[in-house]
């Protein structure tokens, strides 16, 4: 599965344990298997999940990020 290999990628360059971990691999993989088969989520809207998951894997497992985005 292309989203599975695109979140492993994000997730193996990070170099911080608290992303670069397998919970943190199967909780995502796993929560885009559920968007992915799910029967009221369109592909565009999986996709732009998938897009904002691996931002967020990349700026969470950025040492440098300090500053979460508040809602």
Do not use: C, Q
Not at 20 to 48: G, K, Q, W
């Amino acid at each position: 599965m292309v989203m599975d290999m695109m979140i492993e990628d994000a997730i193996k360059e990070s170099d911080m344990w608290e992303i670069n971990n397998p919970r943190v691999h199967a909780l995502l993989r796993n929560l885009m298997v559920f968007i992915d088969h799910s029967d009221n989520i369109s592909d565009t809207i999986s996709h732009e999940v998938l897009s904002y998951l691996i931002t967020l894997v990349r700026a969470y497992g950025d040492p440098k990020f300090t500053v979460p985005v508040s809602a």
